[in-house]
């Protein structure tokens, strides 16, 4: 059974830092395309990022960055712990939501949150101004 985890949301002022974690079981972190997405009271689902292995380089990884996030927030994983994380800096009061994240069981990326087959629970994100 595929179970996604996330956790480390919390409150923060603007301009702080937080680290989301998303514990996965059930697939390895290299198996799938892995996404991070957020949801904001009212909003629909927003792809922040989506990262994948390459197919014949072994330790290789792209990512594709949302523009609303990119420079700010990076990806990173633990191959050992089966974890995906993501590194926030610099946040804004607009970066409050819900946080997700999320595998999607082919090799392309993809920021559309339809296209995704496994949720984990999400982890709240607070931005104070």
Do not use: H
């Not at 909003?43 to 990119?70: I, M, P, Q």
């Not at 994983?77 to 089966?82: C, E, G, H, I, Y």
């Not at 595998?103 to 607070?126: E, L, P």
Request: some cysteine.
């Amino acid at each position: 059974e595929v179970q996604l985890v996330e956790s480390g949301g919390g409150l923060v002022q603007a301009g702080g830092s937080l680290r989301l974690s998303c514990k996965v079981s059930g697939v390895g972190l290299d198996d799938y395309v892995m996404g991070w997405f957020r949801q904001a009271p009212g909003k629909a689902r927003e792809g922040l990022l989506c990262t994948r292995r390459n197919a014949f380089l072994r330790d290789v990884y792209y990512t594709d960055y949302a523009d609303s996030v990119k420079g700010r927030f990076t990806v990173a994983r633990d191959n050992f712990k089966n974890t995906l994380y993501l590194q926030m800096n610099t946040l804004k009061v607009e970066d409050t939501g819900m946080y997700y994240c999320a595998i999607r069981r082919t090799s392309s990326c993809s920021m559309a949150a339809s296209t995704y087959d496994f949720w984990g629970q999400g982890t709240q994100v607070t931005v104070s101004s």
